[in-house]
C-alpha cells in the first residue's frame, strides 16, 4: 500500500514533516521494488534520519518519545 502525506505508518508521527515526506518517498519507492512494508518502513526510517542529519534538519518533533539506539 503506498503511502502519503495524510496516511503513513505510526512510525512517522514523530518525525518533522520533511523528514516523515522524505521516509514516505523512499518507503514507496522499496515498496515499488518489492520489498515487503515492514522492511521498507525500516529501511526509509533509517534513510530519512541520515538524509535529514547530513542537512542539519531537526529530525523529530519536541514532544517526541526519545528515541534508544
Not at 512517522?12 to 521494488?33: G, Q, W
Not at 520489498?35 to 518533533?61: D, F, H, L, M, Y
Request: proline fraction near 6%.
Amino acid at each position: 500500500m503506498p503511502w502519503t502525506k495524510k496516511e503513513y505508518p505510526v512510525s512517522l508521527k514523530n518525525f518533522m514533516a520533511p523528514v516523515r515526506s522524505k521516509a514516505i518517498a523512499i518507503a514507496n519507492a522499496l515498496l515499488a521494488e518489492g520489498s515487503e512494508e515492514q522492511r521498507a518502513i525500516a529501511i526509509a526510517t533509517a534513510k530519512a534520519e541520515e538524509w535529514a542529519t547530513n542537512r542539519g534538519i531537526k529530525v523529530r518533533k519536541n514532544n517526541a518519545p526519545e528515541v534508544k539506539k
